[in-house]
């Protein structure tokens, strides 16, 4: 099946500072996302891009079908920022199953 | 807009019991999907509902079964509880199969 990777797995940021977080799939697709997961578990939708470039406020996301990566940036983070950011992806075909990466845990100190 | 909810918030069970997961998607959304993320594992695919039909699961065996209801809503079944089920079990909808999935706040289930 498609994997997928993400990197990298922690990252430690000043508030202010930007980060990308990158996403790397083995295979095509037609569905990718990036979720934020709060503390209490749940995931929040932050972008659905299978291609292309999004922003919204201080995030933006580009992803490259073609090369199979994903890329999202956070800039100017803020403390609220602090989670574990997913990437899922559906693969073509069977886009209805999101694959996920193991995530990556953000950490925004004051 | 209400998004997806899930009840109960949490389920305490003890091993070799069943536990009714219950998930209502956001009004519209005819495609139910549930995940399982246990520690160490990563989230995981476990089923996908859709107009009232199982159209795919995950790696999952078969004492992991569920529904979805004629309003879309779904609810997840795991019979003969092992200590490795416990784990937070995520409830998505989308308004067509597949792209952009919406998800709960989650079930943590708790197997004793």
């Known amino acids: 099946g498609i994997q997928v990777e993400q990197s990298p797995p922690d990252l430690i940021l000043q508030e202010g500072a930007n980060s990308t977080l990158r996403c790397n799939f083995s295979d095509s697709v037609n569905n990718l996302q990036w979720f934020h997961q709060n503390p209490w578990g749940q995931l929040i939708n932050l972008f659905y891009i299978p291609s292309g470039t999004k922003q919204n406020g201080r995030l933006s996301a580009t992803t490259v079908a073609t090369e199979r990566y994903s890329l999202l940036y956070i800039s100017s983070s803020q403390t609220t920022d602090s989670g574990v950011y997913f990437c899922a992806v559906g693969a073509q075909g069977g886009s209805e199953k999101l694959v996920f990466g193991k995530g990556m845990k953000l950490t925004v100190n004051p | 807009e209400a998004g997806v909810t899930q009840s109960p918030t949490h389920l305490i069970k003890t091993r070799g019991q069943q536990a009714t997961l219950r998930c209502s998607p956001i009004s519209g959304h005819t495609s139910v999907y549930w995940y399982q993320q246990a520690l160490g594992l990563g989230l995981q695919f476990l089923l996908w509902?859709?107009?009232?039909?199982?159209?795919n699961r995950g790696n999952f065996p078969p004492r992991f079964s569920g529904r979805q209801f004629p309003n879309y809503s779904s609810e997840l079944n795991v019979n003969a509880l092992e200590l490795e089920d416990s784990a937070l079990y995520l409830c998505?909808?989308?308004?067509?199969?597949?792209?952009?999935?919406?998800f709960g706040p989650g079930t943590r289930l708790t197997v004793t």
């Open positions: 509902y859709d107009e009232g039909e199982e159209r």
């Open positions: 998505a909808s989308s308004l067509a199969p597949g792209p952009g999935q919406y």
